[in-house]
């Protein structure tokens, strides 16, 4: 039985595998795809915005050529930290079950079963991106991600969403030759209150740069209406109805980590900064299960910098409490 069972191999996990081996507790992760998976998904070439201490597991390590580092950059390191610190992560193995048993947790997964004393969900959200909803959204042209540009030169794109990623993705389509266009709330365009989730201005400048080349076109949204296969129908912020000629669509309004798993173990939710979200303790971030625990996108702390940084105090209060059981008699 392990002492520790992690799910999911992007920051967080990382970050409580390095602790946990540090604090010499047995432990696993089972991470359903690849090492820094969400990270794998960032568009190709992406400049990471956060600065090097933000996004690094031990001060100093991470090297970029220029000042912030690359999406290949970022993810280079996090597979190497995994190697050279031989962390126990297994890849490419979902995990479908936890269960919990007489002296812990049993985790099913489609390749084996696992007992631990303790579970950590660290799991991403970009696998549940949020859905629009309307007619058109199953059409193939239709995409919750953007990778990259070139499948798209020279064709009309429209982006849907008011935050980073929407914008990032309006910027690479508007700079590498795309008809462009970004749906957004016209409070999403206009917001710098970087709390509610708005484009940050190292994304709204160069934004607004395509806007005053033509190269890119804004449409204050009401609503999406319909996606059709060679146009899409929105409702202006005035409540009136236009048609677009388009081609692909990106819908990017977000995503929401899945709670079914810990819902089934019996942890309570709450409404968090940025939806439900479990309910834990903010300083061990144990859920009212004991032995279950969360971090990343399972709690109000989603930025990389606090990932990387939760465990760290979680793991450390852990393995207080696993040390006590083993020197407590009988």
Same mark, same amino acid.
């Given at each position: ?48 915005f ?6 690094? +597991?031990?001060?100093?390590t ?8 690359t ?49 950590? +969900?660290?799991?991403?959200a ?16 239709v995409h ?10 020279k ?26 266009t970004l749906?957004? +709330? ?51 912020e ?12 990106f ?25 439900e ?20 996108? +399972? ?32």
């Amino acid at each position: 039985m392990f002492d520790l069972l992690i799910i999911g191999a992007g920051p967080a996990g990382i970050s409580a595998a390095f602790e946990a081996k540090k604090h010499n507790l047995s432990y696993v992760v089972i991470e359903k795809g690849l090492i820094g998976n969400t990270i794998y998904n960032y568009p190709v070439g992406l400049t990471v915005f956060s600065t090097t201490n933000e996004l690094e +597991f031990t001060e100093g390590t991470l090297k970029p050529a220029r000042e912030k580092p690359t999406r290949e950059e970022l993810l280079s390191y996090y597979v190497r930290f995994v190697l050279e610190n031989e962390l126990n992560i297994q890849t490419e193995e979902t995990v479908l079950k936890v269960d919990k048993i007489e002296n812990g947790f049993r985790t099913i997964t489609d390749k084996g079963e696992y007992e631990s004393k303790s579970v950590l +969900f660290a799991i991403g959200a970009i696998d549940y991106p949020r859905q629009l909803g309307v007619k058109g959204e199953d059409l193939p042209k239709v995409h919750d991600m953007f990778r990259e540009t070139y499948p798209w030169v020279k064709k009309r794109a429209l982006i849907v969403g008011g935050g980073n990623s929407a914008g990032e993705a309006a910027l690479f389509l508007a700079e590498e030759g795309a008809d462009t266009t970004l749906a957004i +709330f016209r409070e999403n365009w206009e917001s710098t209150d970087p709390k509610q989730g708005c484009i940050k201005f190292w994304v709204k400048q160069p934004l607004e740069d395509e806007l005053k080349k033509h190269c890119l076109k804004l449409f204050f949204l009401g609503k999406v209406l319909e996606i059709r296969e060679d146009e899409v129908l929105l409702e202006n912020e005035e409540g009136e109805v236009e048609t677009l000629p388009n081609d692909v669509v990106f819908v990017l309004i977000g995503s929401d980590a899945d709670l079914t798993m810990l819902k089934n173990l019996g942890v309570k939710t709450e409404q968090g900064k940025y939806g439900e979200v479990p309910s834990y303790d903010e300083e061990t971030f144990e859920t009212n299960i004991s032995g279950i625990y969360v971090a990343g996108h +399972f709690t109000n702390h989603r930025h990389i910098k606090d990932a990387i940084a939760v465990p760290k105090a979680l793991i450390s209060k852990l393995s207080q409490r696993i040390k006590k059981s083993r020197s407590a008699p009988g």
